[in-house]
């Protein structure tokens, strides 16, 4: 089975002035992030604006971003979709890619009950036996939640290896962990609940931070693992302002503005997200500057 690591990072898209994608941009801040703490580079999540990108756009992206990491990380892309037609052939064309895998939302607006999630996720698996697949429950924005006995059934799959989990509820990864083998792997969706989430057997972030703080998300995980507790402590205490900065308003918003304060030129979100407002580019600013002088 393919380790995907301790940090991916759902990498943003940067888009020019004139709104096209920025490949140019895209492939320095994926080599900037194998080089600082990311194991695995996640194209076209959530972070990535994936509602607002074509397909095409998203497979290039694929392709820019494999190239650009080469051997140094592994590449998953997002190729879910609400439907199911739609998300196999998307699948199909990220294994031609020679990618290491993919993430799988949870089918969005029209929210299938529990039997039309298993039937879903077993029919993307089967169409691509050879690529692994993680799924992801994000249900504040899906408008579904997948429960922990579906994720066990799916866990059954062997191409399906792991979960991003973003439901914000431990008790719910704690009934993942339980129901589910030893190697099907958990990612914490959310960067403040990633150290709640290792105490109760994940393995992991799928990060936004980590743009910023990848390095340190990597030292908090590995002092967690080697039992050095009170520092994986002292790490989440000084990273919990980030973690909470960085979603004032819609994610992607304030991670854009971040790494546009860090000398990243980005670019504005796509519609119907907007650029970030100047009361949370302040806070971001004053966190950012708080942590580079600690």
């Not at 031609?96 to 939302?105: K, N, S």
């Not at 431990?170 to 990633?194: A, E, K, M, W």
Request: proline letters at 7%; hydrophobic letters at 40%.
């Amino acid at each position: 089975m393919i380790d995907f690591g301790r940090v991916m990072t759902a990498i943003i898209t940067p888009f020019s002035d004139s709104g096209a994608v920025a490949y140019d941009v895209v492939e320095k801040l994926a080599d900037y992030l194998v080089t600082h703490g990311t194991d695995t580079i996640l194209v076209c999540g959530t972070t990535g604006e994936s509602p607002t990108l074509t397909w095409d756009e998203e497979f290039e992206l694929f392709k820019v971003v494999k190239q650009a990491v080469g051997d140094r990380g592994k590449v998953i892309a997002g190729t879910g979709s609400n439907s199911t037609r739609e998300a196999i052939a998307a699948t199909q064309h990220a294994a031609e890619l020679d990618l290491d895998g993919t993430l799988q939302v949870v089918p969005y607006y029209n929210k299938p009950p529990q039997e039309g999630l298993r039937s879903h996720f077993r029919a993307i698996a089967a169409a691509n036996p050879d690529l692994p697949i993680i799924l992801y429950n994000i249900p504040g924005r899906t408008g579904q939640n997948m429960t922990p006995e579906t994720v066990a059934n799916l866990a059954e799959v062997p191409n399906i290896v792991g979960i991003k989990a973003a439901s914000g509820s431990l008790d719910q990864v704690s009934q993942i962990r339980r129901l589910t083998p030893p190697d099907f792997v958990i990612y914490s969706g959310d960067d403040s609940l990633t150290l709640p989430m290792l105490s109760v057997g994940a393995k992991g972030v799928i990060s936004v931070a980590s743009h910023l703080v990848g390095e340190s998300l990597q030292a908090m995980i590995q002092a967690f693992e080697q039992g050095q507790s009170q520092e994986a402590i002292a790490i989440h205490q000084k990273l919990l302002p980030l973690f909470k900065v960085l979603f004032l308003t819609t994610n992607p918003i304030p991670v854009k503005a971040a790494l546009e304060l860090k000398g990243w030129i980005v670019g504005s979100p796509r519609l119907p997200l907007t650029p970030c407002p100047g009361s949370v580019r302040d806070k971001i600013r004053e966190t950012l500057n708080t942590l580079d002088t600690n």
